[in-house]
């Protein structure tokens, strides 16, 4: 079972940038997704960002354009660059690899806010 541990979460103004960092405990190659999820409160969990094995992304359409997913297959990690952040950004963020099974990390809150 891997296990996924985030990070990079914080507070940051609006207009703002963060890095947030996913580090498996595996190759994530041999995980056909891989994904950044969002919770903000009172909402469901929703996609943000994926990145298939072969480098393939998709981004949910409120940040595309200002979120980039990325990897570092030396390091076993998957990246969400956030820009121009809003306060509707604000959730706790959390890392998926959609399996088998599927495996959720513990979540690292954002918060943007003046």
């Known amino acids: 079972q891997v296990q996924l541990v985030e990070s990079g979460g914080g507070l940051v103004q609006p207009g703002g940038s963060l890095r947030l960092s996913c580090a498996a405990s595996?190759?994530?190659?041999?995980?056909?997704?891989m994904g950044w999820y969002r919770q903000a409160p009172g909402k469901q969990r929703e996609l943000v960002a994926a990145i298939t094995t072969g480098g393939s992304t998709n981004y949910a359409d409120s940040v595309k354009g200002r979120f980039t997913i990325f990897r570092d297959i030396t390091k076993n990690t998957v990246y969400l660059r956030m820009n121009s952040l809003k306060p509707e950004d604000t959730a706790v963020y959390y890392c998926n690899a959609n399996g088998p099974p599927p495996t959720w990390g513990q979540g690292t809150p954002v918060t943007v806010s003046s």
């Open positions: 595996g190759s994530i190659l041999r995980i056909n997704t």
